[in-house]
T-cell receptor, first 115, second 117 residues
Framework: GQQLNQSPQSMFIQEGEDVSMNCTSSSIFNTWLWYKQEPGEGPVLLIA?????ELTSNGRLTAQFGITRKDSFLNISASIPSDVGIYFCAGRGTREETSGSRLTFGEGTQLTVNP | DAGVTQSPTHLIKTRGQQVTLRCSPK?????VSWYQQALGQGPQFIFQ???????QRGNFPDRFSGHQFPNYSSELNVNALLLGDSALYLC????????????????FGPGTRLTVL
């Protein structure tokens, strides 16, 4: 089955620092999504990427859809304490593929920001 | 604009019991997907419902079943509960019409925390 490898598993940074995390897959995806999850809540969509090579920003967040369609990265610039949480990447195939529209998630990156 | 809602928020059951979890999709959405998230893990796809039918299914046993109603809301049923079924159960909704284009995106509810003792 499809699996996503997300790294790093956890990060401890100082406020103001930049953060980078990435996901790689053994399979091709047509869509890459990045979610943030805080304790006791469901994942909240941060950025959606729909085309290979696409680079998209959402405020201090920037994400890219890899050219090979097997990877994606998320950068957070000038981190602040409210960036704390678990960040997940997720990939989606096409309806024609067995996986259809289901999302396959990475294991998550736990981000801690020290003030 | 109401987002995805789930009930109950927390549930405690014992082994062998049955449980029903409920989900109401975001306004304008007609497709519901269910995911299981074990502690420290990413969500795992259980199944997806569209037009009141199960359209896709992940690698979960038949103890996991579901239903979608004409108003697009959905239920997840788990029979013969095992200790390993303890997890956060997430519901996500999306629009089928959006899927035909490139911009299908799933929005998640807050989840139901199920504890099996």
């Amino acid at each position: 089955g499809q699996q996503l490898n997300q790294s790093p598993q956890s990060m401890f940074i100082q406020e103001g620092e930049d953060v980078s995390m990435n996901c790689t897959s053994s399979s091709i995806f047509n869509t890459w999504l990045w979610y943030k999850q805080e304790p006791g809540e469901g994942p909240v969509l941060l950025i959606a990427l729909y085309k290979a090579g696409e680079l998209t920003s959402n405020g201090r967040l920037t994400a890219q859809f890899g050219i090979t369609r097997k990877d994606s990265f998320l950068n957070i610039s000038a981190s602040i304490p409210s960036d704390v949480g678990i960040y997940f990447c997720a990939g989606r195939g096409t309806r024609e593929e067995t996986s259809g529209s289901r999302l396959t998630f990475g294991e998550g990156t736990q981000l801690t920001v020290n003030p | 604009d109401a987002g995805v809602t789930q009930s109950p928020t927390h549930l405690i059951k014992t082994r062998g019991q049955q449980v029903t979890l409920r989900c109401s999709p975001k306004s304008g959405h007609d497709t519901v997907s269910w995911y299981q998230q074990a502690l420290g893990q990413g969500p795992q796809f259980i199944f997806q419902y569209y037009e009141e039918e199960e359209r896709q299914r992940g690698n979960f046993p038949d103890r996991f079943s579901g239903h979608q109603f004409p108003n697009y809301s959905s239920e997840l049923n788990v029979n013969a509960l095992l200790l390993g079924d303890s997890a956060l159960y997430l519901c996500a909704s999306s629009r089928e019409e959006a899927y035909r284009g490139p911009t299908d995106t799933q929005y998640f509810g807050p989840g139901t925390r199920l504890t099996v003792l």
